[in-house]
């Protein structure tokens, strides 16, 4: 997929970005050398390879890596909301915005 001069103008109309004919050009030559780059990485044959979870569980076992979700601080919630404005039945209450 390669992009033209009229693309590019499509573009900056719709993201409201004023270019010159220098910059339309430079942007021009990045993306389409974007889009060369995704086109050589989805010709490349991935069929029988599973997924990686992360990308470093190619190399090392990243279940030991990672700690446990375990809470590791008390619950201070009385002391962190003795400086609210406003608390309701636990709650930080705060001013409406949306109707």
Do not use: C, W, Y
């Not at 004023?18 to 050009?25: I, R």
């Not at 029988?48 to 030991?64: F, N, R, Y």
């Not at 601080?73 to 406003?86: F, I, T």
């Amino acid at each position: 997929m390669a992009l033209t001069s009229h693309d590019i103008g499509r573009i900056a109309n719709l993201a409201r970005l004023e270019l010159s004919p220098a910059e339309s050009e430079r942007m021009l030559a990045q993306l389409n050398g974007f889009f060369g780059i995704v086109e050589k990485m989805q010709a490349v044959d991935t069929s029988g390879i599973a997924p990686l979870s992360h990308p470093v569980a190619a190399i090392e076992d990243v279940q030991l890596r990672l700690r446990d979700d375990i809470a590791s601080e008390p619950n201070n919630r009385e002391a962190n909301q003795r400086n609210a404005p406003a608390v309701e039945r636990g709650l930080f209450l705060v001013p409406k915005v949306i109707e």
